[in-house]
């Protein structure tokens, strides 16, 4: 009994030596609960809830000061955000706004497109004809619809004639289709060729009973293409 007289008696000494704080805080009339640790520069009571006076003015104490005030906390702010918030910067009162979350980058796309090798070259030729030209026209025009990433341009050969041959054929037909669509106004440097040579027919077996040249050559006429693929975003 005698301690808990003591402690009243401290208690109101101190409400009554000290003062009260900014008069901005009449509005805040929820308990304000401290986290009771450290120097607290308000008057709490045995629930660690800042005491207030009648009119709601927080007591400070005699540990009070604008940066103690701006330090201790109550729950996630300072204290002094409900009881000096004419003191305690406005920033500091407020939960920081999460960034917005970035806008998801635009899915590449693939849209591989196999020129076919009678709209693209004659036989043992380089040389574009005016059939391949108009289908490298419509790829030019799908590629400035993109997000240009980069262009691929794949030559290749039938099987008549050498290895070493016909790699140089799939090369020289892979560097006529970058050099037209150059022409038409697709960046040089988005564009890269190779030649695989008659490394990869597509005919497969279908001609092996074929005779005559003239018609293993019809025969074989899908394996004589450039597989163009095209990467970019919309």
């Not at 419509?138 to 050498?162: M, N, P």
């Amino acid at each position: 009994m005698i301690k808990q007289t003591k402690k009243q008696m401290l208690m109101l000494a101190a409400i009554a030596s000290l003062g009260v704080s900014a008069p901005s805080a009449f509005a805040q009339v929820n308990d304000v609960v401290v986290a009771g640790q450290g120097e607290i520069p308000y008057v709490i009571d045995a629930r660690n809830v800042v005491a207030r006076s009648g009119t709601g003015l927080c007591w400070r104490t005699g540990y009070w000061s604008p940066a103690a005030a701006s330090t201790a906390l109550a729950g996630e702010f300072p204290v002094g955000c409900a009881c000096d918030a004419d003191i305690v910067p406005a920033d500091k009162c407020v939960a920081p706004v999460a960034a917005a979350a970035p806008a998801p980058a635009p899915k590449p796309t693939a849209d591989k497109i196999k020129l076919s090798a009678d709209a693209l070259f004659d036989f043992d030729k380089a040389v574009l004809k005016p059939e391949g030209q108009a289908r490298l026209n419509e790829l030019a025009a799908q590629a400035k619809d993109l997000k240009l990433e980069v262009i691929l341009a794949v030559g290749h050969t039938d099987r008549i004639g050498s290895a070493a041959y016909n790699q140089r054929l799939s090369e020289r037909r892979a560097a006529a289709v970058k050099t037209y669509l150059v022409s038409q106004g697709v960046d040089a440097n988005r564009i890269y060729t190779e030649g695989k040579g008659k490394t990869q027919p597509v005919t497969g077996n279908q001609c092996d009973n074929v005779r005559g040249r003239a018609a293993l050559i019809s025969c074989l006429q899908p394996d004589r293409r450039v597989e163009v693929e095209v990467i970019g975003s919309k």
